[in-house]
Nanobody, 121 residues
Framework: QAQLVESGGGLVQAGGSLRISCAAS????????MGWFRQAPGKEREFVAA????????DYADSVKGRFTISRDTAKNTVYLQMNSLKPEDTAVYYC??????????????WGKGTLVTVSS
């Protein structure tokens, strides 16, 4: 059973940094693109960042470009999202996802259950 498990969420002050992780198990995701989405209360799930299977291609939402960095460790079957210069509007549940290609829509094949990131002002 393929499973994605997020960790590392928490409370951080505006301007601070946080790194969240997504550990994959049950299958090898080395040939899959990995992505992060987020959903704030009362809002739709939105694309944040993605990385292709090789790790050499990345894509970011304009709202996080220059502040967030996605990376992957294929040997550990883990993907990371380093978040710097956090803003209160970054507060959301962050979801990890896997798919055979990078998509900006939410039509990814595998999803984690999410980790909550709260940025206080």
């Amino acid at each position: 059973q393929a499973q994605l498990v997020e960790s590392g969420g928490g409370l951080v002050q505006a301007g601070g940094s946080l790194r969240i992780s997504c550990a994959a198990s049950g299958r090898t995701f080395s040939s899959y693109a990995m992505g992060w989405f987020r959903q704030a209360p009362g809002k739709e799930r939105e694309f944040v960042a993605a990385i292709n299977w090789s790790g050499r291609g990345t894509d970011y939402a304009d709202s996080v470009k220059g502040r967030f960095t996605i990376s992957r460790d294929t040997a550990k079957n883990t993907v990371y999202l380093q978040m710097n210069s956090l803003k209160p509007e970054d507060t959301a549940v962050y979801y990890c996802a896997a798919h055979n290609i990078v998509l900006r829509t939410a039509a990814w094949s595998y999803w984690g259950k999410g980790t909550l990131v709260t940025v206080s002002s």
